[in-house]
């Protein structure tokens, strides 16, 4: 079992730079992938970008050039650099592990952006 903890949310200015963090317990974290999702308030949860075990990314076209997804694997950690942040990424991000066909979620930060 993977029990991922997020970390690093708040309010930033448009045009701004967040650091999002994943803690994940588990011993099979480096070979699982890892991602993050967003929910916007009143809307459906959507993936933003995952990394494989191997390193390999995959981003959502509307963060594209501006998020970088990053792994640690000595640490246990995810990261989710996000910079030139827009009012339309104003969110709860979510870590998720996908462990076989079981996805395991973390509570979840706010993000807000906003002048």
């Known amino acids: 079992q993977v029990q991922p903890v997020e970390s690093g949310g708040g309010l930033v200015q448009p045009g701004g730079s967040l650091r999002l963090s994943c803690a994940a317990s588990?011993?099979?974290?480096?070979?699982?992938?890892m991602g993050w999702y967003r929910q916007p308030a009143g809307k459906q949860r959507e993936l933003v970008a995952s990394?494989?075990?191997?390193?390999?990314?995959w981003y959502a076209d509307s963060v594209k050039g501006r998020f970088v997804i990053s792994r640690d694997n000595a640490k246990n950690s995810v990261y989710l650099q996000m910079n030139t942040l827009k009012p339309e990424d104003t969110a709860v991000y979510y870590c998720?592990?996908?462990?076989?066909?079981?996805?395991?979620w973390g509570q979840g930060t706010q993000v807000t952006v906003s002048p």
């Open positions: 998720n592990a996908l462990v076989g066909v079981l996805r395991y």
């Open positions: 588990g011993s099979i974290f480096s070979i699982i992938p």
């Open positions: 990394i494989t075990s191997g390193g390999g990314t």
